[in-house]
């Protein structure tokens, strides 16, 4: 019995480990921490579906907020396209949102073909969104990843390859 005792232990260890613990800097401008509960929000999609954060729980799920106006977030747009959502787009236990901060449909539309990215975007109009996990005045290139409980397991800021790895690598973990 005491055999079995440890290999238990052992195992949740590993499954702990597997994402890893990351300090978030207090520049990053978060409001929202590790290991919180997503807030709940309800986002509108260019194509006119309403999605509800608590209806994707049971899924991975990454939120990229993104402005057109955003150079940053043109630059990992493509990388976001092209490393994770062809990726994992077909398995049912992901979602990928873009959520686009206060412009209008139209914008974000014309901005999607431009970049192009083939992910679904939300509108976010005044920020309503956004300001539930950043602080006002925050700048918008972030990515929360959110394990298949709700709980936020993940944030970037700004575009940096070695923490886009890590964040691909935080993904593929939870969705095995």
Same mark, same amino acid.
């Given at each position: 019995?005491?055999?079995?005792?440890?290999?238990?232990?052992?195992?949740?260890?590993?499954?702990?480990?597997?994402?890893?613990?990351?300090?978030?800097?207090?520049?990053?401008?978060?409001?929202?921490?590790?290991?919180?509960?997503?807030?709940?929000?309800?986002?509108?999609?260019?194509?006119?579906?309403?999605?509800?954060? $608590?209806?994707?729980?049971?899924?991975?799920?990454?939120?990229?907020?993104?402005? $057109?106006?955003? $150079?940053?977030?043109?630059?990992?747009?493509?990388?976001?396209?092209?490393?994770?959502?062809?990726?994992?787009?077909?398995? =049912?236990?992901?979602?990928?949102?873009?959520?686009?901060?206060?412009?209008?449909?139209?914008?974000?539309? =014309?901005?999607?073909?431009?970049?192009?990215?083939?992910?679904?975007?939300?509108?976010?109009?005044?920020?309503?969104?956004?300001?539930?996990?950043?602080?006002?005045?925050?700048?918008?290139?972030?990515?929360?990843?959110?394990?298949?409980?709700?709980?936020?397991?993940?944030?970037?800021?700004?575009?940096?390859?070695?923490?886009?790895?890590?964040?691909? $690598?935080?993904?593929?973990?939870?969705? =095995?």
């Amino acid at each position: 019995m005491k055999h079995l005792t440890i290999v238990l232990v052992l195992l949740t260890f590993t499954v702990q480990a597997q994402t890893p613990v990351k300090e978030i800097p207090a520049d990053y401008g978060y409001i929202v921490k590790i290991g919180q509960q997503v807030p709940d929000f309800l986002m509108e999609l260019t194509n006119g579906k309403t999605v509800e954060m $608590s209806d994707l729980k049971g899924k991975v799920v990454m939120l990229q907020f993104t402005a $057109s106006w955003c $150079s940053v977030c043109r630059k990992e747009m493509p990388h976001i396209e092209a490393d994770i959502w062809k990726k994992h787009k077909n398995n =049912k236990n992901f979602a990928l949102y873009g959520i686009d901060l206060d412009e209008p449909k139209d914008i974000v539309e =014309k901005f999607a073909k431009q970049i192009p990215v083939t992910y679904p975007l939300a509108l976010d109009p005044k920020g309503g969104i956004f300001y539930r996990f950043a602080e006002k005045g925050a700048g918008v290139t972030r990515n929360v990843i959110i394990d298949k409980t709700g709980k936020i397991v993940y944030m970037t800021r700004l575009y940096k390859e070695e923490e886009f790895a890590e964040m691909k $690598s935080v993904i593929a973990d939870l969705l =095995k």
